[in-house]
């Protein structure tokens, strides 16, 4: 069983930064990706960011040059830079690893104040 735990959000003001950590532990075989996923109240849960155990990124449209993935392979962590948050950043974000299945963490609320 793998468990992933997500901490770092919080209430941040517009323009503000947050960073985003997630924690990967239990019976990790062969990581094939990390990433975060977000779903804000009332909106399908959409893919922010992600990042290859060699470290090639993707990223939505909406956080390109906000947003910054990173990994940590020794620690099985993955990390999300937020800089320049906008209201509408406001979520409910979700790590995820990708071994022989998806694996989901509980969640982390952001919330962006204007």
């Known amino acids: 069983q793998v468990q992933l735990v997500e901490s770092g959000g919080g209430l941040v003001q517009a323009v503000g930064s947050l960073r985003l950590s997630c924690a990967a532990s239990?019976?990790?075989?062969?990581?094939?990706?990390m990433g975060w996923y977000r779903q804000a109240p009332g909106k399908q849960r959409e893919l922010v960011a992600s990042?290859?155990?060699?470290?090639?990124?993707k990223y939505a449209e909406s956080v390109k040059g906000r947003f910054a993935i990173s990994r940590d392979n020794a620690k099985n962590m993955v990390y999300l830079q937020m800089n320049s948050v906008k209201p509408e950043d406001t979520a409910v974000y979700y790590c995820?690893?990708?071994?022989?299945?998806?694996?989901w963490g509980q969640g982390t609320q952001v919330t962006v104040s204007s």
């Open positions: 990042i290859t155990t060699g470290g090639i990124t």
């Open positions: 239990g019976s990790i075989f062969s990581v094939n990706g």
């Open positions: 995820y690893l990708i071994d022989s299945r998806y694996y």
